[in-house]
């Protein structure tokens, strides 16, 4: 079980040991068949039973109905004290709140929470802590057998009887199944769940037959409009665009900015758009970029069919061009999360990486960074890659206005610790840029440059003058959630928010 | 300075709040605050409006601010305004704004 | 943001197409309408006003998380403010109440399809604790009277319920929107009942029959939505007010003209018991086989027939219809019967 | 002439957030408008709101507050406002004669007078909308020497010529020379007119050209992605920037020198030429560095 104790000791200080983790061997000869059209017959069948683990995937977001469906099921079976190990969890998924109320899940390992799920559990719903983890430290995990999922149920735009099944086909496609890939390598029983059957073999396989035990055909894993949704907008607010672009300047200022460069950014306001600016500068410089990583979007697509982006390595697609873009554009491939982000392999993706830009909902006067708790105390983010990008980006930038209404971003310290200060090295807010006073090289680079530099205990000050002293928020000594490292460590526990009664 | 009717001042758009003035039959200032930030700034919202509704000699002000992660400046001046509106001044009283 | 005017047919017709998909309507009684179009001049938003209550309020698929709404509702309550309304309702869907509730609305009551909401704290409670604080003997029977004026048919009405209960508490419907004014119609009413010891009078205010709660009372609305009213109407009553005070029977003149009145009854009988109040239905009161009611009293005040006015109302009323006062409200009795308004 | 005025940003008296970020966005100098931008039932709220704003966030930049006209009972209330909030510069609309700028000033003089702050603190900045007021235009510009500016309000203008704005501009063409023409006769800021269509950023573009070889000193803005437009526009070429440096680095040996006349390769260094010379450095952001 996960002791409670902090015992991170810095981004790469764990060398792993033992072996990797495998499922137990299984055969399925040529006259068995893998299909059926009852999800429930396919829960029986699996063997599931109480005290078991089970996974599932979060590329559909909130689109989803598989996770909820495939719990109604399992609880209607009198199943119980079942271990949960998504790959992350959205707001549609509120009705676990019930199965968690009947015993049905007693334990949750996750990415992140959202909406009032994540509030119940900041409030002690669940008597074991949540164990959230980034996407390379899950595969890690997985792979370490940390996690040992018994039964997987991987929805799929599409896949044939035989459990091939890829993002190609299907109404509601999603694009890169990166996630699910992992699950589908190392759980015991894997099922596919889709609503587009295919003739075999349905290839490419991005979830290949010879790991899937059955394969479900449902009438719907989910809304297709929630699922690939409309193509990313860059946004139209003033203090974003000023921002992105800032960010922009900076990163064209420093040695990483050179012809086949990479970089990766985040889906959200400000960190998106400085593809946009960056897009301005390669063209005027012609540089063009070796690979962009992670979640993929509109620009990014229009920028490697520009050529300005030689490979896109897509762990999820964030929109439906990128999601159409894997088939129809040849350099664009699918990649799962342990090739992406898992420290513990023979070299992730995310170890190439020079530039990665990202947001944050607080830092504190070491540059530590918090994405999952709120201004209250409450659970309402996601780790993501967060700290598996910033870890190994050899230029990491967090861009974030300095405050929100009266909620400060830059404060003396943070609620929770997702990524270490020491994997952060310039703060872009619109009042004034930070740099990681570890990073004497680009401290040296923006001595006198135009850029507002200032240091970011002055950035938490003008925070404080403009929103006031805040009260801090009383927490009891309940752990309701654990931060594991992506190397396995705890980095930062997640005490429970003293309700005022 | 005495409330005639029951006034409404500032907008619900984010980074402001809307202060509404009634007349109180407690002969004392009582306030209902809602807030998104309510937990880290419920004292010092609430002891702005106080200050400005004394600093304005009210003695008997019902107020309902519904606030969107309003600034102190912001809440001053709205609840200025709705003073105005509820006692149907005209003129301004500087050294009360100040 | 745009007033939409009521000579900007094309402008009122783009709305109609924008609310029906959120099947909403401009409801009769809108007084006022206002729209936000985006630069390229298509609506996005939208919000009315109907005396005190917001209604119509709707913001485009793709602008939902904006802060669209929080720009609708301030700029809808300070247009009420500034004409001297500041007890607001919100009419809403289930779905959206949520989305008011941040913006310092509070739930009164709901039924499956609409949720009333009001920008007051503790207004409903308020209007209970008021109603209270006179001296309360349960079980009690209640009665709605609009009493536009006050005739022998309530008198008979109220007198039979005194009758056969320990107290009888009387609303008075308080909206402004009949022939006779809410104050006209209370002192009718109280002077017209000053003989029963065990009635006690109260105004309606804004939650009993009032623009607010059923306000297709006063403009003649669709089937469909003076059933949904009266549903929230009477859940109200039911739900709330009744228990409050410990009344357990609802009286209520059979009701031969209006239809509206009629279905609300209809209604009534259906849904009042399932809140463990008893609805009893009482024949008009008839003066020489003819039905005593309000509407045949203000047509004997037109045409100024104040024999037969006599034997149709109490001598209070009569009193008060002879008396200067009373000029007002006989000038415009005139005024509309001439204009065909009044029916 | 000191003070650059390439951008001025506009930014609606009401509205808390952009008040708030107002000074972010890099513009010379701020104009928080109390006028058009407000409703006429929150003119009294957004006049609390802006003398707020004033008062509590120390903004980096000039800041002007275009206040309501005399005639309206609201425009003696926003003066007396905004110079007790500490405001830089009052901005009038709609000036017709000079006579409209010495009553701006008498009530400015009064207050500042009241709460004993040095007299002429407060600049004038007046906004030439009409033709009555392009004719004016100079009478206007030297009314008072607190005025720092003048500038042209083209929607009100176009619209009292029955004429109205085109890509071109030819329709405001006589008034901008009028109004620049003004201004340098009376040795103040000449400032142009807004341009309302944000997303057209060449259309834009050709105006602040036209403006510039006009001679105005900068141009009001409506959104901050303006801003760099204008002051790519107006940034000197190397080139110029070069021969500014040259310039005043021979009059400093000059004047170390104590002789007369200064020539620069063959050419006499008259006072028009230093003139340029600084303001080209001004632009380019190096007058202290090279000074």
Redesign the interface.
């Known amino acids: 079980m996960k002791n409670n104790i902090i015992d991170f000791n810095g981004e790469f200080d764990v060398i792993p040991t033992g072996k990797k983790y495998a499922p137990r061997i299984k055969s399925v000869g040529p006259k068995e068949e893998k299909y059926t059209n009852s999800l429930k017959k396919s829960i029986i069948k699996s063997g599931l039973c109480d005290g078991m683990t089970i996974s599932f995937h979060h590329h559909f977001r909130n689109g989803d109905y598989i996770l909820n469906d495939v719990l109604n099921i399992i609880a209607s079976l009198g199943i119980k004290n079942l271990t949960l190990a998504p790959s992350s969890l959205a707001a549609v998924h509120e009705p676990l709140i019930r199965h968690i109320e009947n015993g049905v899940v007693t334990e949750i390992l996750t990415s992140g929470l959202r909406g009032v799920l994540a509030s119940k559990i900041s409030s002690g719903l669940l008597k074991k802590p949540v164990i959230i983890r980034s996407h390379g430290g899950r595969a890690r995990a997985i792979e370490a057998g940390d996690i040992k999922i018994d039964v997987a149920f991987l929805g799929t735009p599409s896949a044939d009887a035989y459990g091939n099944a890829n993002s190609v086909k299907g109404n509601s496609t999603c694009g890169s199944l990166g996630y699910a890939r992992v699950d589908a390598e190392y759980a015991e029983h894997v099922i596919i769940i889709t609503d587009c059957l295919i003739d075999y073999p349905n290839y490419p396989a991005s979830i290949s037959q010879k790991n899937v035990d059955q394969v479900v055909k449902v009438n719907a894993i989910g809304d297709p409009d929630k699922i690939s949704t409309g193509a990313t907008r860059f946004t139209k607010n003033?203090?974003e665009?000023?921002m992105a672009k800032n960010v922009a300047l900076i990163i064209q200022k420093t040695k990483y900015f050179k012809d086949g460069f990479s970089f990766q950014t985040g889906s959200g306001g400000a960190s998106l758009a400085v593809t946009r600016f960056l897009r301005e500068a390669m063209i005027e410089k012609s540089i063009k970029a070796s690979f962009v990583l992670g979640g993929i979007t509109k620009p990014m697509v229009e920028m490697y069919e520009e050529g300005l982006i030689k490979t896109l390595f897509d762990v999820q697609s964030f929109d439906k061009i990128a999601a159409e873009s894997i088939q129809k554009n040849e350099e664009h491939f699918e990649i799962d999360a342990s090739l992406y982000a898992n420290p513990h392999n023979k070299g992730n993706i995310v170890n190439k990486l020079d530039v990665v830009i990202l947001s944050a909902l607080e830092i504190d006067t070491n540059f530590n960074v918090n994405v999952i708790t709120g201004s209250n105390g409450e659970i309402m983010g996601a780790s993501g890659g967060h700290s598996d990008t910033a870890a190994c980006a050899k230029l990491t930038v967090v861009v974030a206005p300095l405050f929100r209404g009266r909620i400060p971003t830059v404060v003396k310290n943070v609620h929770n610790v997702i990524t270490p200060g020491s994997s952060i090295d310039i703060l872009v807010t619109?009042?004034g840029i930070a740099i990681n006073p570890l990073r004497e090289d680009l401290i040296e680079l923006f001595k006198d440059s135009s850029f507002n530099i200032t240091s970011i205990q002055t950035l938490e000050k003008i925070a404080r003058d403009?929103c006031g002293e805040r009260k801090p928020v009383k927490f009891t000594d309940q752990t309701v959630g654990i931060i594991e490292y992506r190397d396995g460590t705890v980095i930062d526990l997640i005490k429970a928010v003293e309700k005022n009664v | 300075m005495k409330i005639n009717k029951e006034a409404i001042?500032?907008?619900l758009?984010?980074?402001?709040i809307q202060i509404t003035i009634s007349k109180n039959h407690l002969i004392k200032n009582t306030i209902y605050l809602e807030s998104p930030v309510k937990h880290l700034y419920e004292v010092a919202i609430k002891k702005v409006i106080m200050n400005t509704l004394e600093k304005h000699q009210i003695t008997n002000a019902n107020v309902k601010a519904i606030d969107q992660g309003?600034?102190?400046?912001?809440i001053?001046?709205?609840t200025?305004?709705a003073i105005?509106?509820a006692t149907e001044k005209k003129e301004?009283n500087?050294e009360a704004?100040? | 943001m745009q007033k939409l005017f009521e000579s900007d047919v094309k402008g009122r017709q783009a709305l109609e197409i924008f609310l029906e998909s959120f099947d909403l309507s401009l409801d009769q009684d809108i007084e006022k309408t206002y729209v936000k179009k985006s630069s390229d001049g298509k609506i996005i938003a939208t919000g009315s006003i109907a005396k005190n209550v917001l209604k119509s309020i709707a913001v485009d698929k793709h602008y939902q998380g904006s802060s669209l709404i929080n720009e609708m509702v301030s700029y809808l309550m300070?247009e009420c403010y500034?004409m001297g309304e500041t007890h607001l309702f919100i009419y809403t869907k289930p779905e959206s109440y949520k989305a008011f509730e941040f913006l310092g609305f509070k739930k009164i009551t709901e039924t499956n399809r609409v949720v009333l909401m009001e920008n007051k704290i503790n207004g409903f409670q308020d209007f209970l604790k008021n109603i209270k604080d006179k001296e309360l003997t349960s079980p009690s029977a209640g009665i709605v009277l609009n009493a536009n004026p006050f005739t022998k048919g309530h008198y008979y009405l109220v007198k039979r319920a005194s009758e056969e209960n320990p107290w009888v508490h009387v609303f008075v419907v308080w909206e402004n929107q009949s022939t006779f004014s809410n104050v006209e119609r209370y002192n009718l009413v109280s002077k017209g009942l000053k003989d029963l010891k065990n009635v006690s009078i109260h105004k309606g205010l804004n939650y009993i029959i009032s623009a607010a709660t059923f306000p297709s009372y006063f403009i003649s609305g669709k089937d469909e939505v003076i059933k949904e009213q009266t549903k929230l109407d009477l859940k109200l009553f039911g739900d709330k007010i009744a228990p409050s005070l410990g009344i357990n029977k609802r009286y209520v003149g059979k009701e031969p003209f209006n239809n509206t009145t009629a279905k609300y009854n209809e209604t009534m009988k259906k849904v009042l018991p399932d809140y463990g109040i008893e609805v009893i239905e009482i024949e008009r009161k008839k003066i020489e086989d003819q039905i005593i009611s309000a509407s045949t009293v203000r047509r004997l005040i037109y045409e100024g027939d104040l024999e037969k006015l006599k034997c149709l109302v109490p001598k209070s009323t009569f009193e008060y219809l002879k008396s200067p006062a009373s000029q007002g409200v006989i000038n415009k009795i005139k005024k509309d019967y001439n204009e065909k308004k009044l029916v | 002439m000191g003070k650059l005025r390439r951008t001025m940003m506009y930014v609606p008296g009401?509205?808390?957030?952009m008040l708030?970020?107002a000074g972010?966005?890099g513009a010379d100098s701020l104009m928080f408008d109390l006028e058009d931008s407000v409703a006429l039932?929150?003119k009294?709220?957004a006049r609390?709101?802006v003398?707020?704003?004033i008062?509590?966030?120390n903004y980096a930049q000039e800041v002007v507050v275009r206040i309501n006209s005399l005639e309206s009972d609201l425009g003696a209330?926003d003066i007396?406002?905004m110079v007790?909030a500490g405001v830089d510069v009052i901005r009038l609309p709609k000036t017709e004669t000079a006579e409209d700028v010495k009553k701006v000033e008498n009530i400015i003089e009064s207050v500042e007078k009241k709460i004993g702050i040095e007299i002429g603190h407060t600049k004038i900045m007046a906004a030439i909308e009409g033709p009555l007021g392009v004719i004016n235009a100079y009478d206007i510009a030297t009314a008072s020497k607190r005025l720092i500016g003048i500038a042209i309000g083209a929607e009100d203008f176009v619209t009292s010529m029955k004429t109205k704005r085109s890509k071109s501009g030819v329709e405001l063409l006589a008034a901008r020379s009028q109004l620049v023409l003004a201004a340098r006769a009376a040795n103040i800021a000449a400032l142009d007119t807004v341009f309302s269509n944000i997303d057209d950023s060449d259309g834009f573009k050709e105006e602040v050209k036209l403006i510039k070889s006009l001679g105005f000193d900068g141009k009001s803005v409506i959104?901050?992605?303006q801003i760099n437009l204008v002051h790519e526009i107006y940034k000197p070429t190397d080139a110029e920037i070069e021969d500014a440096k040259q310039i005043v680095y021979t009059i400093k040996e000059a004047e170390a020198k104590g002789s007369g006349v200064i020539s620069l390769n063959g050419q006499m260094i008259d006072k028009p030429i230093v003139e340029r010379a600084k303001r080209v450095l001004e632009l380019s952001g190096l007058s202290e560095e090279v000074m």
Do not use: V
Not at chain 2, 13 to 16: A, Y
């Open positions: 003033p203090k665009l000023l619109e009042r403009y | 001042a500032g907008t758009e984010s980074s402001d309003a600034l102190d400046c912001t001053i001046a709205r200025q305004s105005y509106r301004i500087w704004i100040d | 300070e500034q | 009401n509205n808390p957030a708030t970020d972010i966005y039932n929150q009294d709220s609390l709101l003398y707020q704003m008062k509590n966030n209330t007396e406002a007790r959104n901050p992605r």
